[in-house]
């Protein structure tokens, strides 16, 4: 929801109601909270196993390919918001609908998956996600001042299916091997946090790099958009390598 409230917010009053906006959201969340949410205890078994244990290969992996992923996709939330708005020329209202497209491939896809790791197992649909991604990301590569709009949707909803089909079984994964819920959500969340940094400093450095060799915006997006397909292609070719769950 947010991409399509924030465009209509520029649009209709600027900017800074993107923040002001959610500042009695904010509050709302911290005071429910605080009434509703009950405090937890873990088992003391738990944290009898040193952390250090817990990281088997297959961990490894998952959290490897939950950067990546995440690295790989950034470059969306960093320069699509310019292309719809400076290349294309749609409005912020009209650009913040089609940038939804993304987030909301994610939500239809993670439930399914989720349904269909329970079922079918997850490594198929790990891979399976990073390769929708990775042609998502590709189409993105493609884009130019002549692209149909209809072709940008597409591309979009591609990434964020990929998104969603990868990232509910990959957590799953981390899941199935730690014990400690706790830190395998926590070490998840990690690594999608370092992937979105990363993610902002590699787009940022390439689509600076070509944009003051070539001058131009198109060129500079496109090749950025190339190595966040390469990365994504990458994670792909890591989740196909044979690992035993312990």
């Known amino acids: 929801v947010g991409p399509a409230v924030g465009g209509l917010l520029v649009e209709k009053f600027g900017w800074r109601w993107i923040y002001l906006f959610r500042v ?17 205890r873990g088992s003391e078994r738990s944290f009898q196993e040193p952390v250090w244990r817990a990281l088997t290969p297959l961990v490894l992996m998952a959290a490897l390919l939950a950067l990546l992923s995440n690295l ?12 719809l708005v400076d290349v294309l020329h749609e409005s912020p209202g009209l650009g ?5 497209l993304t987030p909301l491939g994610t939500a239809v ?14 490594r198929g649909l790990v891979a399976t996600g990073l390769a929708v991604e990775s042609v998502g990301l590709f189409l993105v590569s493609r884009f130019d001042a002549a692209s149909h709009i209809g072709g940008v949707a597409l591309a979009l909803s591609l990434v964020g ?4 089909i990868f990232t509910v079984p990959n957590m799953n994964l981390v899941m ?10 926590g070490m998840m ?27 131009s915006f198109i060129i500079a997006f496109r090749d950025t958009f190339l190595a966040s397909t ?13 690992m035993r769950s312990t």
């Not at 896809?109 to 997850?122: I, Q, V, Y």
């Not at 199935?176 to 959500?185: D, I």
Request: charged residues 10%.
């Open 96 to 100: 913040g609908l089609i940038f939804l």
């Open 189 to 215: 969340l990690t690594m999608r946090t370092v992937g979105v940094l990363l993610g902002v400093s590699v787009a940022s450095l390439v689509f600076d790099w070509r944009q003051r060799v070539t001058a």
């Open 230 to 242: 390469v990365i994504c292609l990458v994670a792909l070719l890591v989740s196909l390598i044979p």
């Open 24 to 40: 009695p959201l904010a509050v709302l969340l911290a005071v429910g909270a605080a009434v509703w949410l009950r405090p937890t």
């Open 176 to 185: 199935r091997e730690l014990p400690r819920q706790g830190l395998a959500g």
């Open 72 to 83: 790989a996709v950034f470059a969306v939330w960093l320069l699509v918001p310019y292309y």
């Open 161 to 164: 299916l990929g998104q969603g």
């Open 109 to 122: 896809a993670a439930p399914l998956s989720g349904w269909g790791a329970d079922r079918l197992g997850t």
